[in-house]
């Protein structure tokens, strides 16, 4: 990676020009990723600090192994792995990171590699047959802590995770009751879909966890809330996240469980969205279509498959025209649906050479990249200037979202 303290003039004051100023003078062929590691420092810091709990980062939703070390050296020292490949991964990033395998449906080599060679103790798993299948291979290990992941509601995420996973109601009796059997420690967990949009969703998932515990009439030592902490994006603005912490403690503290339970949760998004922004450039103009050099099969697989909104800004040396109108995007493959519909506001003179920056892309942005079509990623640039938008800026020192052209 490339680190652009001194070309950028991050020292200077003018730093929210910086990245277009190098823009300018380098024209990048490729898309540029920037990233920005005091972004995610923050974060992992107001996780660390403010919730009562321990945070797991899920690194599903960025596995760049820069940002998985800086997140530990930030105090996150817990990670949500999936595949074996991310227990891999984080194991080379941060060796002394505690890894929770978290997917509740895996292969049985993946748990047993990771319980031999990399100690991965914690399991989730929402099936007998999963159950069977991590006691297998870990030959009826004795020191297993084991997350039932329960069904609930996806009704305030903007992205549902409902349907795939999670015991439904009927089954967690049993299920706790034999994983109580199997476990050392015994845990439950859920998620309540990704970009949860009011605290409430977390205070409904903490009702079905209460009733699967009285039904089940076990003893439960790991709460764990999951995902879905929210981040900022055009039209999607969600209260401060302590707002979140406390329904959930509030929530935890009444639960029927042992004073000694811990609290855990597992946020991917809320840790990494302000990570990142992609830099691209506009390839044709038609009408209200900018043809762009990265689309659905590059970072912006939410753009176009689920009109995910980013917030986007004009890097040009001149405001050629402060009027703005709404855009949709092509990205570069020739597939029809590498088609982003935003709208995305910009300028209404933008045109062919012009460099846009899209942002808040740090989460579920570069790790849904692929090289389909033979586009892929360009250079990775460090900047510290602040991100598009921020859920731990407090409001004066934030970049304008409202102003869509940086001046140089
Ligand atoms: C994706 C995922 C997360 C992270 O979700 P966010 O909405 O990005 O916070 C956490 N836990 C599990 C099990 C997941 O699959």
Same mark, same amino acid.
């Given at each position: 990676m490339h680190k652009h303290h001194s070309a950028l003039g991050l020292a200077t004051a003018s730093v929210k020009a910086s990245s277009g100023l190098d823009i300018a003078k380098r024209r990048p062929v490729q898309p540029v990723t920037l990233v920005r590691p005091h972004?995610?420092?923050?974060?992992?810091?107001?996780?660390?600090?403010?919730?009562?709990?321990?945070?797991?980062?899920?690194?599903?939703a960025n596995p760049s192994p820069e940002l998985i070390a800086l997140l530990w050296e930030s105090g996150i020292t817990h990670f949500d792995v999936a595949s074996i490949a991310e227990v891999k991964l984080v194991a080379a990033a941060a060796p002394e990171a505690t890894l929770c395998f978290m997917h509740?449906?895996?292969?049985?080599?993946?748990? *047993?590699?990771?319980?031999?060679d990399y100690g991965v103790r914690t399991f989730s798993l929402d099936s007998i047959e999963e159950l069977e299948k991590i006691m297998r291979a870990t030959n009826d290990a004795t020191d297993l802590t084991l997350c039932v992941r329960l069904r609930v509601p996806s009704d305030h995420a903007k992205l549902s995770l409902a349907a795939k996973f999670g015991a439904a109601p009927e089954d967690s009796k049993e299920l706790l009751?034999?994983?109580?059997?199997?476990?050392?420690?015994?845990? +439950?967990?859920? @998620?309540?879909?990704?970009?949860?949009?009011?605290?409430?969703?977390?205070?409904?998932?903490?009702?079905?966890? *209460?009733?699967a515990i009285v039904a089940a009439a076990v003893t439960v030592d790991v709460i764990d809330v999951g995902g879905g902490f929210p981040s900022?994006?055009?039209?999607?603005?969600?209260?401060?996240?302590?707002?979140?912490?406390?329904?959930?403690? =509030?929530?935890?503290?009444?639960?029927?469980?042992?004073?000694?339970?811990?609290?855990?949760a597992e946020p991917g998004r809320a840790l990494c969205a302000e990570y990142s922004s992609l830099v691209v450039r506009v390839e044709r103009r038609r009408g209200d279509q900018l043809y762009i050099? =990265? %689309?659905?099969? %590059?970072?912006?697989?939410?753009?176009? @498959?689920?009109?995910?909104?980013?917030?986007?800004?004009?890097?040009? =040396?001149?405001?050629?025209?402060?009027?703005?109108?709404?855009?949709?995007?092509? %990205?570069?493959?020739?597939? =029809?649906?590498?088609?982003?519909?935003?709208?995305?506001?910009?300028?209404?003179? +933008?045109?062919?050479?012009?460099y846009i920056e899209i942002g808040m892309l740090?989460?579920?942005g570069s790790a849904m990249r692929t090289g389909f079509n033979g586009f892929t990623a360009g250079e990775t640039v460090m900047v510290g200037d602040e991100p598009m938008a921020s859920l731990y800026v407090e409001a004066d020192a934030k970049r304008e979202i409202g102003s869509n052209v940086v001046k140089l």
């Amino acid at each position: 990676m490339h680190k652009h303290h001194s070309a950028l003039g991050l020292a200077t004051a003018s730093v929210k020009a910086s990245s277009g100023l190098d823009i300018a003078k380098r024209r990048p062929v490729q898309p540029v990723t920037l990233v920005r590691p005091h972004a995610a420092r923050r974060a992992a810091r107001f996780f660390v600090e403010k919730f009562k709990g321990r945070s797991l980062y899920a690194v599903k939703a960025n596995p760049s192994p820069e940002l998985i070390a800086l997140l530990w050296e930030s105090g996150i020292t817990h990670f949500d792995v999936a595949s074996i490949a991310e227990v891999k991964l984080v194991a080379a990033a941060a060796p002394e990171a505690t890894l929770c395998f978290m997917h509740p449906v895996k292969a049985e080599e993946a748990i *047993r590699e990771a319980y031999a060679d990399y100690g991965v103790r914690t399991f989730s798993l929402d099936s007998i047959e999963e159950l069977e299948k991590i006691m297998r291979a870990t030959n009826d290990a004795t020191d297993l802590t084991l997350c039932v992941r329960l069904r609930v509601p996806s009704d305030h995420a903007k992205l549902s995770l409902a349907a795939k996973f999670g015991a439904a109601p009927e089954d967690s009796k049993e299920l706790l009751f034999a994983a109580r059997q199997a476990a050392d420690a015994l845990g +439950i967990c859920f @998620h309540v879909g990704s970009q949860a949009m009011s605290p409430q969703a977390y205070v409904q998932a903490m009702g079905r966890v *209460r009733d699967a515990i009285v039904a089940a009439a076990v003893t439960v030592d790991v709460i764990d809330v999951g995902g879905g902490f929210p981040s900022v994006y055009p039209g999607m603005e969600p209260g401060r996240l302590e707002s979140y912490f406390n329904a959930i403690e =509030d929530a935890f503290e009444a639960l029927p469980i042992s004073y000694s339970a811990e609290l855990w949760a597992e946020p991917g998004r809320a840790l990494c969205a302000e990570y990142s922004s992609l830099v691209v450039r506009v390839e044709r103009r038609r009408g209200d279509q900018l043809y762009i050099n =990265d %689309g659905a099969y %590059g970072a912006l697989f939410d753009a176009a @498959h689920i009109a995910w909104r980013f917030p986007v800004t004009l890097l040009r =040396d001149e405001e050629l025209s402060t009027r703005k109108m709404a855009f949709s995007f092509y %990205g570069p493959t020739c597939d =029809d649906m590498d088609h982003m519909a935003g709208p995305f506001m910009l300028p209404a003179d +933008i045109g062919v050479g012009d460099y846009i920056e899209i942002g808040m892309l740090g989460a579920y942005g570069s790790a849904m990249r692929t090289g389909f079509n033979g586009f892929t990623a360009g250079e990775t640039v460090m900047v510290g200037d602040e991100p598009m938008a921020s859920l731990y800026v407090e409001a004066d020192a934030k970049r304008e979202i409202g102003s869509n052209v940086v001046k140089l």
